[in-house]
């Protein structure tokens, strides 16, 4: 696994798994029959015909050593899939587009999944990354976009595996319309404001006189020309 | 000449009035572009004609396929265009500003030069204003910029066209009106010895602009407060219009560009930028045209002096931005310092500091290297490497990062800095504009005068008397000013360190007996 392109959190979690997979692998080996501390279940098995306990070893097959559904890190989800679908009403998320990210099968909960919208204007930026999202326990990751033009819009997801494999990329389209701009930035409060429009007649008057004595100037050579000698 | 010369000592400020002085070898100088056609004229046109029309395809191909064909990215939002914009608007400000400030201190070496300057300053400001165009991307949208119903009045691009457009008029205005005395000799002198279509159109021309003019004491009079009130007002418009232009990066919240150093940065970046395209456009001039007996070598090394002088101060004023931003230490700033300094962009930002910072005090300060072509070599770095600089101004803070990623807890400049990738859209586009500055120029001085005669004749900037056969001995001495022109502007030592001008006493250039000598230090 390539822990160094992994988010913190998605560490962590792997290395909780690989932390549990360890103590179930040393209570197999010591025949532990239940590790009770760490919610897990030990099924043992003696081979048909065993008389002594203790004699023959015992085979445990670690059940539930790491959460439920998982599975070893080499294995990957089975398919990865992408919706999109529009929000109706009203509010600050009305027209926005709903992206959801769909991991089925093994380690699909924890994956971070990256959502762009396709886009022509950027050549060398085909896709335009729209926001990330880390899949949930249904193997789930949504986020929601704002759509900027009108038509069809184009989305694209992709995610990388555990095992370190890509995931994706999966599309999906819709077709949409702009949503109303808003501003991301908190405008700072303009005590003084009520004065601008003062100093931008002020500026356009100066600019105005400008203007008036350079012409001003010429009309006069011209004229002074015109006239001729004194 | 002998006449010519007669009439100097009778006084300053001859009439052109009275034939005879009309052909003399000044006015032929300064008509020559206009009645001779050199072989490499043609050749020269169409190869700078093919480069512009390349820059116009180029522009093209990004109206059809979009502004990202230019390497425009959602991370690298403003680039290339923006710096060329405020480099060559800002070279602009050089011509007329020198022009200007060298009127009102009535430094008479500035004489052969003003025209060349002043025109510079007229061809690089519209070409610098059309960037806007291929930098907004969507040019049909343009004139809702300025149209009164969709203007935005709180934008600083609408101030940036208020600006640029006041200052352009006031260039327009400060060719025109130098240009007025001369019009008349010149039409005489084309009636005499032009002929052809172009003669006639320029005969006509002149007749129009000028036909008025006798050079009576009032029309002098008139025309000289005139010219000295336009002077007076191209330097406040030219320190107000670029920093107005600093107002589209100053007035934003995003790192890098909020800075209220900004205004004084770009006026000193455009003085320094424009003082050595002048330098390049005079040393052209004066090798195309043959002006060698009107443009002196100590011309250059003056305006090399202007020249250092400027770039010391913007040196100082970008090791002030980084020292200020650096040492504050608040995240974002220190930042884009760091990448600036010692990371992605430290390349162009050493390329100014050694090139356009270093190199041009060394040039200057060094005996051996302070001459002609030192100063033009120097020059012509001096505008690339500040071309450069602009990228640097522009592109760094645009490519922060300031979006918080979940996947990075830790702030908002733990994020993926953006990167701009060069095309060859943005490098044609600008390469045309470039080769549009002397395609400009060139056209320009086939329908006028390329020295100010008139001027030159009232400042006594004949030819040095090597030139025109005249002892200097026979010329009588004038009383001079030392406080004026080059010993004001930069001083006894340096003065003296230009060396002596023919003519005159070994040591000390300011005691020359010819009238050139007199007056190229008032």
Redesign the interface.
């Known amino acids: 696994m390539n822990h160094a392109r992994q988010?913190?959190h998605v560490k962590s979690q792997c290395a909780v798994h690989a932390g549990r997979r360890m103590l179930a692998t040393l209570a197999m080996a010591l025949g532990v029959t239940a590790a009770g501390s760490l919610g897990t279940a030990l099924v043992v098995a003696a081979p048909a015909g065993a008389t002594a306990v203790g004699t023959v070893p015992a085979v445990a097959v670690p059940v539930g050593a790491v959460p439920a559904g998982s599975h070893p890190a080499t294995e990957r989800p089975s398919a990865f899939t992408l919706s999109a679908r529009q929000l109706a009403g009203t509010g600050a998320h009305a027209g926005g587009v709903v992206l959801t990210a769909r991991a089925v099968g093994a380690n699909s909960v924890g994956l971070?999944v990256t959502f762009s919208v396709k886009v022509?204007?950027?050549?060398?930026?085909p896709l335009?990354q729209v926001g990330?999202?880390?899949t949930g326990a249904s193997g789930q990751a949504t986020v929601t976009y704002r759509p900027t033009w009108n038509g069809p819009q184009e989305f694209v997801a992709s995610a990388q595996a555990h095992s370190g494999a890509q995931l994706g990329p999966a599309t999906a389209s819709i077709s949409a319309g702009a949503t109303t701009g808003f501003s991301g930035?908190v405008e700072a409060s303009r005590p003084d404001g009520a004065i601008?429009r003062w100093v931008?007649v002020g500026?356009?008057t100066l600019?105005a006189c400008?203007?008036v004595?350079?012409?001003a100037?010429?009309v006069?050579?011209?004229l002074?020309?015109?006239?001729?000698?004194? | 000449m002998r006449a010519n010369t007669e009439a100097m000592r009778a006084g300053p400020a001859p009439d052109l009035q009275p034939v005879g002085t009309d052909d003399d070898q000044l006015l032929t100088a300064a008509m020559r572009p206009i009645v001779k056609t050199p072989r490499w004229w043609w050749p020269s046109v169409w190869a700078l004609s093919a480069i512009v029309v390349v820059g116009i395809v180029a522009w093209a191909v990004q109206l059809a396929?979009?502004?990202?064909?230019a390497?425009?990215?959602?991370?690298a939002f403003w680039a290339v265009y923006e710096a060329d914009l405020v480099a060559f608007i800002g070279v602009s400000y050089g011509g007329a500003v020198v022009s200007a400030i060298l009127r009102l201190t009535n430094a008479a070496w500035r004489a052969p030069l003003t025209r060349i300057a002043e025109a510079t300053a007229l061809v690089t400001l519209p070409v610098g204003m059309l960037f806007i165009i291929p930098h907004l991307g969507s040019p049909q949208k343009v004139w809702e910029l300025v149209w009164p119903p969709y203007w935005n009045?709180?934008s600083p691009i609408l101030w940036d066209f208020?600006?640029v457009s006041?200052y352009l008029?006031?260039t327009l205005?400060f060719f025109?009106?130098p240009l007025?005395p001369d019009l008349p000799p010149a039409r005489r002198w084309l009636e005499r010895q032009g002929t052809g279509a172009r003669a006639n159109a320029c005969r006509r021309l002149y007749q129009v602009l000028?036909?008025?003019?006798?050079g009576?004491?009032?029309?002098k009079k008139?025309?000289h407060l005139?010219i000295g009130?336009?002077a007076m007002?191209v330097i406040p418009?030219a320190v107000s219009v670029h920093s107005v232009l600093s107002f589209a990066f100053a007035s934003s919240?995003r790192a890098g560009y909020l800075e209220t150093i900004l205004p004084v940065y770009f006026v000193v970046a455009a003085l320094y930028s424009g003082v050595a395209l002048v330098v390049l456009t005079v040393a052209a001039a004066r090798r195309l045209f043959h002006l060698e007996a009107y443009i002196h070598p100590r011309h250059f090394v003056r305006l090399g002096f202007l020249l250092v002088a400027f770039g010391a101060a913007y040196l100082y004023l970008s090791f002030t931005e980084y020292l200020v931003d650096g040492y504050s230490g608040t995240t974002d700033n220190a930042s884009w310092v760091r990448q600036i300094l010692v990371g992605r962009y430290w390349v162009p930002f050493w390329f100014y500091v050694v090139v356009a910072g270093v190199l041009p005090l060394l040039v200057m300060a060094i005996k051996r290297t302070r001459t002609k072509t030192g100063v033009v070599a120097v020059s012509a770095l001096v505008v690339v490497a500040m071309w450069v600089k602009r990228l640097v101004i522009v592109i760094p803070p645009a490519t922060e990062p300031l979006l918080k990623?979940?996947?990075t807890?830790v702030g908002n400049l733990a994020g993926t800095w953006g990167t701009y990738?060069f095309?060859w859209v943005p490098i044609s586009i600008t390469v045309a504009a470039t080769a549009a500055i002397p395609l400009l120029l060139l056209v320009l001085f086939r329908f006028v005068p390329i020295l100010p005669v008139t001027e030159m004749k009232e400042l006594g900037s004949e030819p040095a008397q090597a030139d025109v056969g005249v002892p200097a001995a026979a010329l009588p001495a004038a009383p001079v000013s030392p406080e004026w022109g080059a010993a004001a502007l930069l001083g006894r030592h340096a003065v003296s360190e230009l060396g002596t001008l023919p003519g005159t006493v070994p040591g000390n250039p300011l005691s020359g007996p010819g009238p050139y000598q007199r007056n190229v230090d008032r």
Do not use: K
Request: aromatic share 10%.
């Open positions: 988010p913190r971070q022509t204007q950027f050549e060398y930026a335009l990330t999202a880390t930035t601008g931008v500026l356009l600019v400008v203007w004595t350079l012409v100037v010429v006069r050579v011209y002074t020309m015109r006239t001729g000698p004194a | 396929d979009g502004i990202g064909v390497g425009y990215n959602d991370q009045l709180s208020f600006a006041t008029l006031a205005v025109y009106l007025i000028g036909g008025g003019w006798r009576t004491e009032r029309q008139v025309l005139s009130l336009v007002m418009l919240s990623s979940p996947a807890p990738h095309t």
